[in-house]
């Protein structure tokens, strides 16, 4: 199960407003290091690809595991160029998507918010099967007739 509307907004706001606090930058830089697929909403998941690609820092070896550039200069830029121009993040992103960018997610935002957030991003639905659930336990009425023992 990926993240509904509101836990991927808050997320957002959480990556693009809280990144120069140093307590949270490290839940800031797992957050970008998740899979997309665990954004259910397509614009919201356009956002974090974009933030995830502007944000990633430069690796020198193919085994490096990814680092991020949360905080200063740069990501207050990727952040900006997003509002200004949301093109950049898709094409068929406006800037009413964009607009929650930047604003602080208030404070229920704290570090409980944050492990039922990545319980939800993982969090698998529980699949009924519904041929299961169809099917009748064979009756004697239903077995076909024996040959005479």
Known sequence: M???????????QLVTSRYNHRE???KIEKTLSLSPSGVGDEVQRAI????KHGLKGYKSRRADPD??????????EVIERAKFDPTVVGATITKEDVASLGVDPGPEVDQAWWDEM?????EEPETEDPAAEGEQPATDSTLPPSSAL
């Open 48 to 51: 974090f690809l974009y933030l």
């Open 118 to 122: 990545l319980v939800a991003w993982f």
């Open 24 to 26: 949270w930058r490290k």
């Open 2 to 12: 990926a993240l509904n509307t509101e836990f991927g907004t808050r997320m957002l």
């Open 67 to 76: 680092s991020w550039i949360v905080g200063g200069y740069a990501t207050t």
